[in-house]
């Protein structure tokens, strides 16, 4: 079987304090943090347990794992088993970057996100070099409120040019045409981001081929949709994969869409779905691609 798996343990601690996040700054107790630790190690081994499929695994916490050991080491420990095609993480970057000294740079993948004001500009960008030379998977990102423009477009000048600048649109932003366009010329795929996607009754790879998994295990079509699947540790989830609609009327969220049947995302992001890197950066195939979907959508 091949399958990707999204999973979000407890953790919610994060050592920025970024407005736009409700995690902001938030601490995690000793005990929260030992949960948190432990399911993952559960995760991790039960993932290095399963030779038998294919996976691929995202970590997405609402907080920052890599400034915790026990995610710098699931993700060395599984970036090397030839079971698993893909292991990333979301991540701020401010953790150190000699850990991944021990990792598969084949296999292992990092989604960076840069959020200006809360570190300095070429401490992160000099992460990102880091990253480069070591032949690190990467993408990068920026969250696109208009105090970020100066940063998102000082970033495109000077990351090395074979690394993807990814824009969010902010949550509950509107925008006009012309913010859209200035955007859209720092990534070509922005259109995707500027609207939610309408994604009730349409075909959707969660469920079927992409789960989400929580700290005690309780598998779940995706994030957003509550209704379980059933729980990954008995295995009593493997008997309700299969094809299904989205019961949602829209979705907003990257993690989410990029696995809608009806865009065309799988072959934009083919050998990158995890990291958010698409196979033909910033090329006119892919900005006629997502202007064709801004236009579907409205």
Not at 236 to 259: E, K, T, W
Request: one cysteine or more; a neutral charge; proline letters at 6%.
């Amino acid at each position: 079987m091949d399958l990707t798996l999204l999973y979000r343990g407890p953790l919610a601690s994060c050592d920025y304090d970024c407005p736009y996040c409700p995690f902001a700054k938030r601490r995690d107790s000793t005990a929260q943090l030992r949960a948190d630790r432990a399911a993952l190690e559960r995760f991790a081994g039960w993932a290095a347990a399963q030779t038998g499929d294919r996976l691929s695994v995202l970590f997405t916490p609402w907080g920052e794992g890599l400034v915790r050991s026990w995610y710098r080491r699931a993700l060395t420990e599984l970036s090397h088993l030839p079971h698993i095609r893909r292991v990333a993480i979301q991540t701020n970057l401010s953790c150190r970057t000699d850990w991944l000294d021990g990792a598969d740079p084949g296999t292992l993948a990092l989604w960076c996100t840069y959020h200006p004001g809360q570190t300095p500009y070429d401490r992160f960008l000099g992460k990102c070099r880091d990253l480069a030379d070591r032949g690190v998977r990467f993408s990068v990102g920026v969250v696109g409120l208009p105090e970020h423009l100066d940063a998102a477009r000082r970033l495109r000048a000077e990351l090395p040019g074979h690394v993807y600048l990814w824009i969010n649109a902010a949550e509950g932003h509107t925008y006009t045409d012309a913010e859209a366009d200035t955007w859209t010329a720092l990534d070509p795929l922005f259109p995707y981001s500027r609207h939610p996607h309408r994604s009730a009754g349409l075909p959707c790879r969660t469920g079927e081929s992409v789960i989400s998994v929580d700290g005690e295990g309780t598998v779940r079509r995706c994030h957003f949709v509550r209704a379980e699947l059933g729980n990954l540790y008995d295995g009593s989830y493997r008997a309700a994969l299969r094809p299904r609609a989205c019961p949602l009327a829209v979705c907003d969220c990257h993690i989410g869409y990029v696995h809608l049947e009806t865009l065309p995302l799988y072959d934009v992001f083919a050998g990158g779905v995890l990291e958010r890197i698409p196979a033909a950066q910033h090329s006119a195939r892919v900005t006629t691609i997502a202007t064709r979907a801004e236009n579907r959508d409205h």
